[in-house]
């Protein structure tokens, strides 16, 4: 721990040096808010943990929630929340490099390097280490203000498996169309359906699919259309992982239609049975990564 002090005492020590033991749990945390190959992201440092913010066209915000506690090491030393900018495909592609399938890689991460830079480097290697840098801009301002406000006493949410969630987004797709999203609380049911060239509609019904619905309150009716594209995005890079751990996903109707869309992605070493597991097979909070989306509706429609 002498090292740690000597930092501590450095003016020029980094804002942040942390060491996570599943490098392929972060890469599928990132992953999961690549819609496209061109996106720029914000990191926001914190002593809580990292946060990394992506958005488009000012309809559709992600964010990945990395807490402190899913690194084995995070020793935070800076005044305020540094921010900066990076290319997430970048990010990611990096991040993959140090991954080894069937082993748990540790890589340590530190920022900021000489000229601003994000420095990565593997601490465990069986072999050789691997050591990368990647270029950071400043980052430019969210566009837009995702605050989320509830729409009443009672919270318009339901919980869905999430591969049930995906496979209903990918059935619905039609060129340009939209999707509408209707809750209703008597008989209980979400109801999606898309407008295209023709029309479908898929319905959870809370009793009648309690496996897949395993969740919903609503008191009163609504429904919001939200642009197809951005809905996909929600579940088009979902991690195998989380389908097989047979997760569920959380959706929100906020103030507005705004919708919340939220996953849980496990970052504990695959390797070893981790203490964190329960009997049941959950993993425990403080191993896993939290995805938020936020979208956007196209329009208000009566309920």
Same mark, same amino acid.
């Given at each position: 721990m002498e090292e740690s002090e000597g930092m501590a005492m450095d003016s020029d020590a980094p804002d942040l040096v942390c060491q996570l033991d599943n490098v392929q749990g972060m890469v599928d945390a990132l992953t999961a808010v690549r819609w496209k190959r061109q996106q720029d992201a914000v990191i926001e440092l914190s002593e809580h943990g990292i946060v990394l913010i992506v958005e488009e066209t000012n309809c559709l915000q992600a964010k990945v929630y990395l807490q402190r506690e899913l690194f084995i090491r995070y020793e935070y030393g800076a005044q305020g929340r540094p921010r900066f900018g990076v290319s997430?495909?970048?990010?990611?592609?990096?991040?993959?490099t140090f991954s080894v399938p069937g082993h748990s890689s540790t890589i340590e991460?530190?920022? +900021?390097?000489?000229d601003m830079q994000l420095l990565l480097k593997s601490v465990d290697s069986l072999d050789s280490g691997i050591y990368a840098e990647i270029r950071t801009r400043i980052p430019e301002t969210i566009s837009w203000d995702y605050n989320f406000e509830p729409t009443g006493s009672t919270p318009l949410t339901f919980t869905v498996k999430t591969a049930a969630l995906k496979e209903a987004v990918d059935d619905l797709e039609w060129p340009g169309a939209s999707i509408q999203i209707t809750l209703q609380p008597s008989? +209980?049911?979400?109801?999606f359906r898309s407008d295209g060239h023709g029309d479908l509609q898929i319905d959870f019904m809370y009793y009648a699919n309690a496996d897949l619905?395993?969740?919903f309150h609503c008191d009163h009716q609504v429904s919001y259309r939200y642009k197809y594209k951005f809905l996909r995005a929600t579940t088009s890079n979902i991690p195998g992982s989380v389908v097989r751990e047979n997760r569920g996903s959380k959706l929100t109707i906020g103030r507005g239609g705004l919708l919340k869309v939220q996953h849980l992605v496990s970052v504990a070493r695959t390797s070893?049975?981790?203490?964190?597991?329960?009997?049941a097979g959950y993993q425990q909070p403080s191993r896993i990564a939290y995805i938020e989306f936020f979208v956007k509706p196209e329009e208000d429609e009566d309920s």
């Open positions: 997430l495909g970048l990010f990611v592609d990096c991040l993959n991460i530190r920022y +900021p390097g000489p008989p +209980p049911c979400v109801t619905l395993m969740a070893t049975a981790h203490p964190h597991v329960d009997s």
